[in-house]
């Protein structure tokens, strides 16, 4: 899949995607943004994973005091550098998720949103092993996935994206039960709080889980 982002919808195309959601969904986007940024400090060096065109890093720089987005599709990272400008507190670097070229304990927060563990399909117990390498302790890793409920109005963005020809056409007899799928191979699952609990007792880790907006439901992991 992260061949499906950094060859089929990047940069420009990455963006379309956003500019097509409906009220609801932008909604969402919104409520999302608003949670990471109450639980960041003016002190913090943030770690955005998947941060695709900068959307959501250009956002957390209201508050943290360094903000950091990588990527694997070089097409949305020039977009973001081209967007930031000189004057950004962003740094956009083209990088694996899986292979963070950072020293350990580099960052006070590293956040994967509107999710990324799922869409990114990789090793999801590697993911969350890597961020937490290079998160401080007593720093926190947040990560979301899409809430059960929130399934109408996620089958409608997609909807309204392969409308546009930004994703394949859906495949309604395989999509179903969380599963978004595309007649062109995108793929997007989600977890379920069940699964996410299954995920952290994997890695030994403690999590607290938060639905917001009834769109999100949000992994909060603190670094002990």
């Not at 608003?34 to 639980?39: A, G, K, S």
């Not at 956009?92 to 899986?98: P, Q, R, T, V, Y």
């Not at 950072?102 to 590697?126: K, L, S, T």
């Not at 977890?191 to 907006?213: F, M, S």
């Amino acid at each position: 899949m992260a061949s499906y982002y950094s060859k089929s919808l990047a940069g420009r195309r990455l963006e379309r995607c956003y500019q097509v959601a409906s009220p609801r969904v932008r909604q969402y986007l919104e409520a999302e943004i608003r949670h990471v940024l109450q639980r960041l400090h003016p002190e913090d060096t943030a770690l955005e994973l998947g941060c695709g065109y900068g959307r959501v890093a250009f956002r957390l720089a209201e508050v943290a005091g360094r903000v950091v987005g990588i990527d694997s599709a070089a097409e949305s990272i020039d977009l973001a550098l081209e967007l930031a400008g000189e004057a950004s507190r962003c740094e956009f670097l083209e990088m694996d998720a899986l292979d963070l070229e950072f020293p350990d304990a580099e960052f006070d927060a590293v956040i994967c949103v509107q999710n990324g563990i799922c869409a990114f399909r990789v090793d999801q117990e590697a993911l969350l092993r890597e961020a937490l390498r290079v998160t401080r302790a007593g720093g926190r890793l947040l990560f979301s996935t899409y809430a059960e409920r929130f399934w109408p109005h996620r089958l409608e963005w997609f909807e309204a994206q392969a409308a546009e020809g930004l994703v394949g056409p859906i495949d309604h007899e395989a999509s179903g039960g969380g599963v978004i799928v595309c007649e062109d191979g995108f793929r997007s699952g989600q977890l379920t709080p069940k699964d996410i609990q299954a995920l952290c007792a994997g890695l030994g880790i403690v999590a607290e889980l938060t639905e917001v907006d009834g769109s999100s439901l949000f992994c909060e992991i603190i670094k002990r």
